[in-house]
């Protein structure tokens, strides 16, 4: 009898062994409890439930690093909606992938919401950092992915950007504090369009590109060589984007550039439709047509809440435009673009779309080309 319950114990331990530490996949017949793992083919990246730091009761499923810096956190699934205990489980249905409470409950409190329903569905997590869904027999085919759908860290390989043929609208929003990942600052397209050349190299580690396409508008940032160190971009939750490399002397990330040169550079700070000038005291000012929303909060120097219209525009009135030169694009996840049409095209565009608020060149160069305005939200 003693013998017995030792090979049964054995015969359990080493089943929960090989499951943590052999599979990069999820298949329709599996489950990931909390306390399990999925861990990449070469062990770059690990899944499953977690705790930040600070907030032990309050479980999240999330991928982070495996081999280095075991417990930096990469993505977040249910960053809203935290589990109170240890019983969520992770399974893959045939529309995606399901974060439930628990075992037997149908509760669930995050799902990838796949676009399309696959015969052979399974879930597997890639050396890259990317989380993908697809059917068993269609290796590179993803119905879904994690890339698609960042939150506050930006890896090689990821576009930030858009794809007008898929739908996928890629930015970023930072963690709200270091133990809550529920979404706070947003980093828009435009905030790095600015300061990216078409292609740039920094010290032989990666290289950086900004594309603009008929179809895609994004920016990349790959690893030259296989042996570069280990490169990530966060968005802390004070909404500052930071570059970081992988100290393999120290076993720690080493700032290595903060891509906000100025406090003009801090996402929001004058709020909306308000415009920041780091060469004025105090920085904010509403623009032409506005005023402060919250004229105490101004005086105060809080910015945030924005500046209203003081006339309200009547579409097809008679509007027109106030000129701005040497400022960044605002917040681009509500705008149009077309890369053919010239200024005179897109300016006569915006004035009969009455959702049109503001037009651009997209690239300012040569004369100036393409057509970007942005939409009431």
């Not at 080493?254 to 920041?276: A, F, H, M, P, W």
């Not at 057509?371 to 009431?376: D, P, Q």
Request: some cysteine; hydrophobic content about 30%; proline content about 4%.
């Amino acid at each position: 009898m003693e013998g017995t319950a030792i090979i049964l114990f054995c015969s359990c331990l080493l089943s929960v062994l090989v499951f943590n530490s052999a599979e990069d996949t999820i298949s329709a017949n599996q489950t990931i409890s909390d306390g399990q793992t999925i861990v990449s083919a070469r062990g770059e990246f690990e899944m499953g439930f977690f705790s930040p730091k600070g907030n032990p009761k309050k479980r999240y499923f999330g991928i982070w690093y495996k081999k280095i810096s075991n417990g930096t956190v990469v993505w977040v699934a249910n960053r809203e909606t935290p589990i109170a205990n240890t019983s969520g489980i992770i399974k893959v249905s045939s529309m995606g992938i399901v974060v439930s409470t628990n075992q037997s409950s149908n509760t669930r409190i995050w799902s990838s919401n796949s676009s399309r329903s696959v015969k052979n569905p399974v879930a597997q997590l890639l050396d890259t950092g990317n989380l993908v869904f697809r059917d068993e027999n269609e290796k590179e085919n993803y119905v879904w992915q994690s890339f698609d759908h960042p939150v506050d860290t930006f890896l090689p390989g990821m576009k930030f950007g858009y794809d007008l043929v898929t739908g996928a609208d890629r930015y970023f929003l930072s963690w709200k504090s270091d133990d809550d990942p529920a979404p706070e600052m947003h980093l828009g397209l435009a905030q790095d369009i600015a300061t990216i050349d078409s292609v740039r190299e920094y010290n032989g580690i990666y290289r950086e590109r900004f594309v603009i396409t008929e179809t895609a508008a994004y920016y990349v940032f790959e690893l030259l060589i296989t042996e570069s160190p280990i490169a990530k971009l966060t968005l802390t939750p004070g909404g500052i984007p930071t570059r970081y490399i992988w100290n393999t002397e120290y076993h720690d990330w080493t700032q290595y550039k903060i891509l906000q040169e100025s406090d003009c550079d801090r996402y929001g700070i004058c709020g909306t439709n308000g415009v920041c000038n780091i060469n004025k005291s105090p920085r904010c000012e509403c623009m032409d047509g506005f005023d402060p929303k919250i004229p105490e909060d101004w005086a105060k120097a809080n910015w945030s809440n924005g500046c209203s219209r003081n006339v309200q525009l009547e579409c097809g009135n008679g509007e027109g435009f106030v000129n701005y030169s040497g400022v960044k694009l605002p917040d681009t996840r509500w705008s149009w673009y077309n890369m053919s049409m010239s200024l005179v095209e897109c300016k006569d565009k915006c004035l009969k779309d009455c959702n049109c608020t503001a037009y651009s060149n997209i690239d300012t160069s040569n004369g100036g080309s393409g057509c970007y305005y942005g939409l009431v939200t």
